[in-house]
């Protein structure tokens, strides 16, 4: 993980050596150290200073067409400090009514499912999808819409900065690692993915309005679930 922020007495040292070797540059002249007015950056509260400054950016956003017919955007919820990042697709009508990722049947089973490992929105999750608006008739989010919205995405990842990440969903998963593979051949084992200097565990597995359309899918979902619960049972984390 990187850090979370840069004192200004490093930013003071940075700037000081730039004018020295300005000054060099220019034939050996040093003015002298001038007065530099710098301050440390948020460390404790930058991370929901930006989440906060995303949704708002997200209400006035007009990037996509899926901006036309939404009611209200969903940026996301949860922990402000997760051990897991869950991102799934796209919000739907029941998203859509109240600003909430996953409240719907769909949403009810996910909380289930991240129960059953130890994990809640409440304590230790952070629930997001890859965009934020509702596509019309639920349909599956387009390229240029995914990509209209992936800086949104990425900021949030860099402001949490979870130990891990879950992608529920083909669309989510192949979004996050560039990848064109079927959803069956990304699940199954972590794969790394790197942001701006961080590489968080990323596990692919099926969406919960999958399983609710197929039961075979549950156990080979369950068999994801309890990879992530291995892993974060050997950091500490509750089970």
């Known amino acids: 993980m990187t850090d979370k922020g840069m004192r200004a007495e490093e930013k003071k040292s940075i700037a000081f050596f730039i004018d020295l070797a300005s000054g060099f540059a220019?034939?050996?002249?040093?003015?002298?150290?001038?007065?530099?007015?710098?301050?440390?950056?948020s460390c404790a509260d930058g991370g929901s200073d930006s989440l906060?400054?995303?949704?708002?950016?997200?209400?006035?956003?007009k990037a996509c067409r899926l901006c036309e017919k939404r009611k209200n955007t969903?940026?996301?919820?949860?922990?402000?400090?997760?051990?897991?990042m869950v991102i799934g697709e796209a919000p739907g009508a029941d998203e859509d009514a109240c600003g909430r990722p996953f409240v719907g049947k769909a949403g009810q089973l996910l909380d289930k499912m991240l129960a059953s490992i130890g994990l809640s929105r409440e304590s230790n999750c952070f629930i997001a999808n890859i965009v934020k608006c509702r596509p019309p008739e639920n349909r599956e989010p387009q390229p240029d819409e995914i990509a209209a919205c992936s800086g949104f995405l990425e900021s949030q990842i860099q402001s949490l900065k979870p130990r891990?990440?879950?992608c529920v969903g083909r669309l989510s998963s192949q979004a996050l690692l560039h990848s064109a593979e079927p959803l069956g051949k990304l699940r199954g084992r972590f794969i790394d993915f790197v942001t701006a200097g961080m590489t968080i565990p990323l596990l692919a597995t099926y969406h919960p309005s999958a399983l609710l359309r197929n039961e075979d899918l549950k156990r080979p979902?369950?068999?994801?679930?309890?990879?992530?619960?291995?892993a974060l049972g050997a950091e500490g984390a509750p089970r």
């Open 26 to 41: 220019r034939g050996g002249y040093f003015r002298g150290e001038r007065e530099y007015c710098f301050s440390d950056d």
């Open 52 to 61: 906060e400054k995303t949704a708002v950016s997200l209400q006035n956003c």
């Open 74 to 84: 969903v940026p996301g919820e949860g922990a402000p400090d997760p051990l897991v």
């Open 164 to 166: 891990y990440i879950l």
């Open 221 to 230: 979902c369950w068999d994801d679930l309890k990879l992530l619960r291995a």
